[in-house]
């Protein structure tokens, strides 16, 4: 089965300054998808980005990006610039053949001003 | 747009009662998944409905069930209420394309309080 360990329970982060949020996953399986999560206090889950593993370029989306490395099972999502509206709970996901998505425990990351 | 709608937005039962918690997805959408998430817990996968299917479902009990009806819209039923059942559950959609599986759409999710 696969698992998604998230080892960080909380993070806190000034305003402007670089954060990098950490996420294993143990698979068997080659060919899956990964993605981050945001959920702020309004409970709405938002995705922020998405990795398939075949892909060896990491992905990026504004100020997010990934390093995706397949080898070692790891997906760390860094935020640069962060702003007080990126204090949420993040989630690590992976999705593989059965289709269902395996998330991890989250970590809580604030942003202060 | 609209998004993934979840009804009711709360809940509160009962021990040993019955809750029934719906989910709309996005138009289009045909497979919808729903998930418990318990404080410290994180996201618990509960069951996976596809074209009016069930595809795969959590370790979790029997009292757990769910359909999913013509129109792709869900709902899940909780049968023999626990108090450890008090969670927020979300409702997530998404669609098959030709490459693959779109990602997960979620909604605001129903908090369920069993008292």
């Known amino acids: 089965a696969q698992t998604v360990t998230q080892s960080q329970p909380e993070m806190s982060v000034q305003e402007a300054e670089t954060v990098t949020l950490s996420c294993t996953y143990d698979?068997?399986?080659?060919?899956?998808?990964l993605f981050w999560y945001k959920q702020p206090p309004s409970r709405q889950m938002i995705l922020v980005i998405r990795q398939e593993a075949y892909k060896q370029q990491n992905a990026t989306e504004n100020r997010f990006s990934v390093n995706f490395q397949k080898a070692a099972k790891s997906f760390s999502l860094k935020i640069s610039d962060s702003q007080l509206g990126d204090t949420a709970m993040y989630f690590c996901a992976f999705q593989g053949g059965s289709e269902k998505l395996v998330f991890g425990k989250g970590m809580k990351l604030t942003v202060n001003p | 747009e609209a998004g993934v709608t979840q009804s009711p937005t709360h809940l509160i039962k009962t021990r040993g009662q019955q809750a029934t918690l719906r989910c709309s997805p996005i138009s289009g959408h045909t497979s919808v998944y729903w998930y418990q998430q318990a404080l410290g817990l994180g996201l618990q996968f509960l069951l996976w409905?596809?074209?009016?299917?069930?595809?795969n479902r959590g370790n979790f009990p029997p009292r757990f069930s769910g359909r999913q009806f013509p129109n792709y819209s869900s709902e899940l039923n909780v049968n023999a209420l626990e108090l450890e059942d008090s969670a927020l559950y979300l409702c997530a959609s998404s669609l098959e394309i030709g490459t693959g599986r779109t990602e997960a759409f979620f909604g605001q999710g129903t908090r369920l309080t069993v008292v």
């Open positions: 698979t068997s399986e080659n060919n899956y998808y």
């Open positions: 409905y596809d074209e009016g299917e069930e595809r």
